[in-house]
């Protein structure tokens, strides 16, 4: 099974399915509680809906995952151009071949090589992973010192089926910082302002399309719990892990009170116990007693009235303490009101009033009679008239009367009220009841006495409380701070225990629930970190797989050999568990028992499955510097690797170990482009095609044809076929040039070519006019276009070498290179 075909359809659709319905599924084939499972899905909504949910209050469960851009399906590194940037002085272009395949780029440290690695990855992500780790030096040597201006870095990359590419682009003025890059994102859409737009953003976070030597180290270098996270990320188990940690927060606040009320019990049975009182000695072997305390017997101890314990003086000062006066500046004002209610009464007289009510109703009973019998000798009088002046006039002075009568008894009503006022108040000072030996009383009784002696008038009234009550109000002061002082005394302590008591009763009943709610919290905590840990190594197992198939090709002669590795623990503990075993004896951990290049070896084995992902949308991985410390074993073990990711996926790789494109050149493992950098003074750096399926067919062909030691008729048959192939990898290699272009998926471009590869007539047609339906006009294309060299060199490879070639096979590849450039 190839290494790029990682994941089975179910561990696939395990990781496809909507986690929301697969925690559903888990919670009822579990068959948990409605109590719990309300929780775990409350939890995985938000904090608002666990809260409700745990205040019995109706939940929303908004589950639905926030909208966010999707990245398209199937993305290919196209080319990267770098100018002024590390080691590349003038601006150079590394163009990747758009189909499945591995590109080699090798040169000797300090070729400008993997100044082209760190330029894709720089650009796509904003850093490097080389210099993460590394102090400030590393930092400020990115700009190339021979041609710093223009400093630009530039990547370019097609999805599958949209013919223009996404362009990404960062640019620094001379004087910029590496931070400070102007960034351009284009693509058919326009303008962008960054990757997150396109969706990319954290794909290229989960699925890291970039492996360096630096990231590999990590490995060996870096904490567990980075190597856990980093992992852990494309598991998209998020939503669980957010959700865990919002059921841990829901528990503190209840866990925190429920250990104070614990940690207070203990404290307030000390402190009861110290106190001379017997109530206190009560409730302090309440406290003490083992299990859960009798809180109704301690709240009965409280409401034990005071009068049971205390004697008549101590109940005698507790009742000064307790008097309530009201001020002197309110006595003061009460006495003001009053004087002037009372001489606004007076501005009315009482005798002028009553007869300003008589008049009035004389007046009245005139005007009736005016009404009902019209003009007419007065009825009273009998000399004088009543017509119509008599008439306004009347009206005028009934009026001033009532008015007169309406003032006089607002005013006698405001007086009575301010009178009522004054009375109460002196009804209610009161001086509690009971004698005690040197408690200040007499001068408290003699004051109230004399200020209850109330005259009858007004006026009198006001005078007498606002100079008597003042007496009263020292009166009581001072016997106020005797009983304080009294109390102060004799005070046993049991008033400040008991209210440190009550207030620790008050938390108790708030103990029971928070116990219940946090009992909930910690069953649907425990069944969701279960289920994520099922769920975390169900979705692992086809990353772990994957590893396993993985360095079964690169432990060549180890004798090593690697369990599935699993995600374990959690929070501060978490950790990757690589199970291993050395000559067939269980060793526990690998980390602990590999040499230098098996850790590398390792580090490739965990990390290529992330980059590699179905879920993915990036169909490139670019490695650098991945045969360190390797031995040859193990460099021919990745290039296999290398060579069946390749089957789908574009592999870059940068390497000054020539180990590995001669291990793949040797294994003869399919499409291999070797591209050699060379960098000359002044960081000119030159990209040459080292080496390409084409050339290694002709060089082949070239090779065998001029063994003599070998008969002709059986070199001929043998020199005809690969010259045939390399033909058809030109063919393939311009359609898939062309059909990228136009933006035609790459499924489609892999269909086209299979169907048209059956015979050459078909896939040269293909290649010359994009329609394998022509191959009868292939001959008459050439012919006019090319001449008689090109149309015999295409017949001998159709049918075969006859005739003239087959007594000159060098002829025959002489002539098929002049094709193979006629139909490039």
């Given at each position: ?17 909507p ?5 559903f ?5 579990d ?7 309300e ?36 993305i ?21 071949g ?45 700009r190339?010192?021979h ?5 630009w ?35 058919e ?8 737009e ?15 030597a ?29 959700a ?14 429920v ?37 109704t ?9 005071d ?17 309530n006066?009201?001020?002197?500046e ?8 009053l ?6 009464a ?6 002028r ?9 004389l ?28 008439r ?17 008894q ?18 209610d000072?009161?001086?509690p ?55 102060r ?8 225990a ?8 008050d938390?108790c ?10 009992a909930?919290?910690?069953v649907?905590r ?6 994520a ?31 599935a ?6 929070n ?8 291993v ?31 590699c992902?179905?879920e ?7 490695v650098?510097?991945?045969?360190q ?5 193990k ?8 060579a069946?990711?390749?089957?789908q ?16 050149g040797r ?47 059986v ?23 062309a ?30 006019f ?24 295409y017949k001998?490879?159709r ?6 070639y087959?007594?000159?096979l ?8 002049f ?6």
């Amino acid at each position: 099974m190839p290494l790029s075909h990682q994941h089975s359809s179910s561990g696939s659709k395990a990781r496809t399915d909507p986690l929301v319905e697969l925690i559903f599924n888990r919670l009822a084939d579990d068959q948990v509680p409605d109590d719990t499972a309300e929780l775990v899905l409350a939890a995985l909504s938000g904090e608002a809906d666990l809260a409700a949910a745990l205040n019995g209050d109706t939940t929303g469960l908004n589950l639905s995952a926030p909208a966010s851009a999707e990245p398209p399906a199937q993305i290919w590194l196209s080319s990267i151009t770098v100018a002024g940037f590390r080691g590349v002085g003038p601006e150079r272009t590394l163009q990747i071949g758009p189909e499945p395949g591995i590109t080699l780029v090798v040169g000797r440290n300090g070729s400008g090589k993997s100044s082209f690695a760190e330029a894709v990855e720089l650009a796509l992500t904003g850093d490097s992973a080389r210099w993460a780790d590394r102090n400030s030096v590393w930092r400020t040597g990115w700009r190339n010192l021979h041609s710093p201006d223009p400093c630009w870095i530039d990547v370019q990359l097609r999805i599958d089926g949209v013919a223009k590419p996404i362009r990404v682009s960062r640019s620094w003025p001379l004087d910029a910082g590496l931070s400070d890059a102007e960034v351009t994102v284009a693509s058919e859409h326009g303008r962008h302002a960054d990757l997150t737009e396109l969706g990319l953003t954290r794909p290229l976070t989960l699925y890291r399309p970039f492996l360096t030597a630096a990231e590999l180290g990590r490995l060996a270098a870096g904490t567990q719990s980075q190597l856990f996270d980093a992992i852990s990320a494309i598991l998209g188990l998020e939503a669980i892990t957010d959700a865990d940690q919002r059921l841990l927060a829901a528990t503190r606040p209840g866990d925190a009170a429920v250990k104070e009320v614990r940690a207070q019990r203990t404290a307030l049975a000390a402190r009861l116990a110290e106190v001379d009182d017997d109530r206190a000695r009560r409730a302090a072997a309440l406290l003490k007693k083992r299990g859960p305390v009798d809180l109704t017997a301690l709240a009965a101890i409280l409401d034990e009235p005071d009068d049971v314990t205390a004697d008549g003086p101590l109940q005698l000062c507790r009742a000064l303490v307790e008097l309530n006066l009201p001020t002197p500046e309110a006595v003061t004002g009460l006495a003001a009101r009053l004087v002037d209610a009372a001489t606004e009464a007076r501005q009315h007289d009482g005798g002028r009033t009553r007869a300003a009510l008589r008049s009035a109703e004389l007046l009245r009973l005139a005007i009736e009679h005016h009404e009902d019998t019209g003009d007419s000798p007065c009825p009273v009088c009998a000399t004088g008239r009543l017509d119509g002046d008599w008439r306004t006039t009347a009206a005028v002075s009934l009026d001033q009367l009532r008015t007169r009568s309406l003032d006089a008894q607002a005013a006698n009503a405001r007086l009575d009220a301010v009178l009522k006022q004054a009375r109460h108040l002196v009804d209610d000072v009161t001086v509690p009841e009971g004698d005690a030996p040197d408690v200040p009383l007499g001068a408290l009784r003699h004051a109230v006495a004399a200020l209850r002696q109330l005259p009858g008038e007004p006026p009198e009234l006001a005078r007498h409380i606002a100079a008597r009550y003042p007496a009263v109000v020292d009166a009581a002061q001072d016997a106020r701070a005797y009983a304080e002082k009294t109390l102060r005394e004799r005070d046993t302590g049991w008033r400040q225990a008991a209210a440190a008591l009550r207030s620790w009763l008050d938390a108790c009943a708030d103990v029971s629930s928070r116990e219940a709610a946090l009992a909930r919290l910690k069953v649907a905590r425990t069944w969701l970190k279960d289920t994520a840990a099922r769920l975390r190594n169900e979705r692992l197992a086809p990353f772990a797989e994957h590893s396993q198939r993985i360095w079964a090709q690169l432990r060549q002669e180890s004798n090593v050999e690697l369990g599935a590795m699993t995600l374990e623990g959690s929070n501060t503990r978490r950790k990757v568990a690589f199970p291993v075993s050395v000559d067939g004896a269980d060793n526990g951990t690998a980390l602990g028992v590999m040499s230098q290049g098996e850790m590398h070896a390792l580090g490739l084995a965990t990390f290529l499955p992330r980059s590699c992902a179905a879920e993915s949308p990036f169909r490139f991985i670019v490695v650098d510097d991945p045969v360190q410390s390797m031995d040859p074993a193990k460099v021919d073990g990745l290039a296999r690797v290398l060579a069946e990711l390749a089957e789908q996926r574009q592999v870059v790789v940068f390497t000054h170990d020539t180990r590995l494109p001669d291990a793949i050149g040797r294994l003869d493992l399919g499409n291999a482009r070797i591209v050699e950098v060379t960098r000359a003074e002044r960081s000119v750096v030159t990209l040459r095609p080292a080496s390409d399926p084409v050339t290694r067919y002709l060089d082949d062909a070239s090779a065998l044809a001029r063994n003599d030691e070998i008969a002709a008729e059986v070199r001929g048959p043998v020199v005809a076929e690969l010259c045939r192939s390399a033909i058809e990898a030109t063919c393939h290699r311009t359609v898939w040039r062309a059909r990228v272009g136009r933006g035609v998926p790459h499924a489609d471009i892999e269909d086209a070519i299979e169907q048209a590869s059956r015979r050459v007539a078909t896939i040269v047609a293909l290649a010359v006019f994009d329609d394998a339906d022509r191959g009868g006009d292939v001959l008459g294309w050439l012919s006019r276009r090319h001449g008689p060299r090109a149309v015999n060199a295409y017949k001998a490879c159709r049918e075969g070498v006859h005739g003239a070639y087959l007594a000159d096979l060098p002829g025959l590849v002489a002539d098929v290179r002049f094709l193979v450039e006629a139909l490039s």
